[in-house]
C-alpha cells in the first residue's frame, strides 16, 4: 500500500537544504528552456511541489514537459541528499513506490507510455554510475523481450548492471505476476539525476549561477548570486507550502526585483520617459516675442469633440 499521504514540509533554519538546491535548478531550466531530460522529451511549462496528495508517489517534484512534437508528459522526481544506489542496486522502498505508481496501486498516475519517474541524488560512487549509465542506455536502446534475454549473459553486462536490475524487480507482495520483461518495460521510463549540492566547491551550484545570467536583461554578473538565491528560496518556500509555478507565474515573481529578458519590467523606463517628456514640454515656448500668448482653447474642444 501507498504512503500516508505527506503533509508539505516544515521550513528548517539555517542554510539551504539539498532538496532546496536541486528544486531551484529546475526552477532555473524552466526559465531559460534547458530540458531536464532529453530535448525531444520537451522544455518544462509548470512545476508541482509535494505532490502525493495528488497520487504521485515520488512527490518532491513533478515537472510538467511539453515535448519537441507538442505532446506533454510527466517527470516525477524522488529527492535525497545521499547517493541511495548501491552496488546492490535500488533501495527497497524505492523499487517499492515506482511499481505502486506503474500499478496505479490507489492512484491513477503515471502512463507506462508517456511519462518518467527519477531518483536524484548525491553523486553515485564511480563504479555504481559506470553500472547504471551502461544498463539504462542499453535498456533505451534496446528491444525489451531482447533485453531481457541478454542480460543475464556475462559478455553483455557486469554484475553492478545485473544487481540493479535485480533490485527493479517488483515484489511478490504487490503483483506476483510481474516478469523481467514488465521490468524492462519500466526501466526505460526510469532516470537518475545526480547533482553535487554537497560538495565544497559545487561544480553543479557554480553551473547554475553561472546560467542565471543568461535570464538578466542587462547580463549583470553581480546579480546572478542574488537570482540563484532567491529561486532557493521560492523552492523551499513552495516546497513547504505544496504549490504550483508555471514559467509565467515564476517570472512574475522574480521581476519585482530582477529585469528578466524574456519577461521585462518596464516600470523604470516608463517613469523615465514620463520624466523626459514632462521636461522637454516645459521648454516649449508659448508665447510670441515673450508678450503675445496664442489661446488653444478651441482647438481643445475641437480636438475633444472629434474624438
Known amino acids: 500500500m501507498p504512503r500516508d499521504v505527506a503533509t508539505p514540509k516544515q521550513e528548517g533554519g539555517g542554510g539551504y537544504t539539498f532538496e532546496d538546491q536541486v528544486s531551484a535548478s529546475y526552477l532555473l531550466r524552466m526559465l531559460n528552456g534547458m530540458p531536464p531530460l532529453s530535448v525531444e522529451a520537451g522544455q518544462i511549462e509548470s512545476i508541482r511541489f509535494q505532490k502525493r496528495v495528488d497520487g504521485w508517489f515520488l512527490d518532491d517534484l513533478v515537472l510538467f514537459l511539453r515535448g519537441i512534437d507538442g505532446s506533454p508528459c510527466a517527470l516525477a522526481i524522488s529527492i535525497k541528499s545521499n547517493a541511495q544506489i548501491s552496488k546492490k542496486g535500488f533501495p527497497e522502498d524505492f523499487t517499492r513506490a515506482i511499481w505502486e505508481q506503474r500499478l496505479h496501486v490507489e492512484t491513477q498516475k503515471f502512463d507506462i507510455d508517456r511519462d518518467y519517474l527519477a531518483l536524484a541524488t548525491s553523486p553515485l560512487a564511480s563504479a555504481v554510475k559506470k553500472g547504471w549509465d551502461g544498463l539504462i542506455k542499453k ?82 554578473p553581480t546579480k546572478t548570486g542574488s537570482l540563484w538565491t532567491h ?3 521560492i523552492a523551499r518556500r513552495f ?69
Open 239 to 307: 516546497a513547504t507550502s505544496g504549490g504550483d509555478l508555471t514559467r509565467a507565474q515564476l517570472a512574475a515573481q522574480l521581476r519585482r526585483t530582477f529585469s528578466l529578458n524574456e519577461y521585462p519590467n518596464y516600470a523604470s523606463d516608463w517613469l523615465k520617459l514620463s520624466n523626459d517628456f514632462t521636461n522637454q514640454t516645459e521648454l516649449i515656448r508659448d508665447k510670441l516675442a515673450g508678450r503675445l500668448q496664442l489661446s488653444r482653447k478651441r482647438w481643445k474642444s475641437k480636438q475633444v469633440s472629434t474624438a
Open 231 to 233: 529561486l532557493k528560496q
Open 139 to 220: 535498456a533505451i536502446d534496446s528491444d525489451a523481450t531482447e533485453f531481457a534475454d541478454r542480460i543475464s549473459k556475462g559478455k553483455y553486462s557486469n554484475d553492478i548492471e545485473r544487481a540493479i536490475l535485480d533490485s527493479l524487480h517488483c515484489s511478490h507482495n504487490i503483483d506476483a505476476s510481474r516478469t523481467d520483461f514488465d521490468t524492462v518495460i519500466l526501466l526505460k521510463r526510469l532516470r537518475h539525476l545526480q547533482f553535487d549540492f554537497s560538495s565544497e566547491p559545487s561544480t553543479d551550484e557554480g553551473y547554475y549561477v553561472s546560467r542565471c545570467i543568461e535570464l538578466l536583461r542587462n547580463g549583470d
